[in-house]
């Protein structure tokens, strides 16, 4: 059973930085594709930031230019670095596996983005 574990959020001023880490349980997870997914209170799930095995990322619209993905293999653990964090970016954060990868969710981070 895969487990994923995230942690690094909290509560951050606009245009504040905040990096979230999170740790995929069993090694076959180092061959997969990986997201970060967010879900604001009242709206759906939504996938906000890929990366594959080999490195190639995408963002959605909403991100790009402000979050980069990253991930440590070795370490089974992927990166989401934030930056000029928007009130609109106040959401629990989730990361999981992509398409066919998409095991149990973990219990996410929060994110609240407030002064």
């Known amino acids: 059973q895969v487990q994923f574990v995230e942690s690094g959020g909290g509560l951050v ?3 504040g930085s905040l990096r979230l880490s999170c ?3 069993g090694s076959t997870f ?3 594709d990986m997201g970060w ?4 209170p009242g709206k759906q799930r939504d996938m906000i930031a890929g990366i594959t095995r080999g490195g190639i ?3 959605a619209d909403p991100v790009k230019g402000r979050f980069t993905i990253s991930r440590d293999i070795a370490k089974n653990t992927v990166y ?6 928007k009130p609109e970016d106040t959401a629990v954060y989730y990361c999981n596996g ?5 095991r149990s969710w973990g219990q996410g981070t929060q994110v609240t983005v407030s002064a």
Do not use: D, E, H, K
């Open 13 to 15: 001023q606009p245009g």
């Open 23 to 25: 740790v995929a349980s």
């Open 30 to 32: 180092r061959f997969a």
């Open 37 to 40: 997914y967010r879900q604001a």
């Open 57 to 59: 990322t995408n963002y």
């Open 80 to 85: 989401l670095q934030m930056v000029s964090l």
């Open 98 to 102: 992509l398409g066919t990868w998409v």
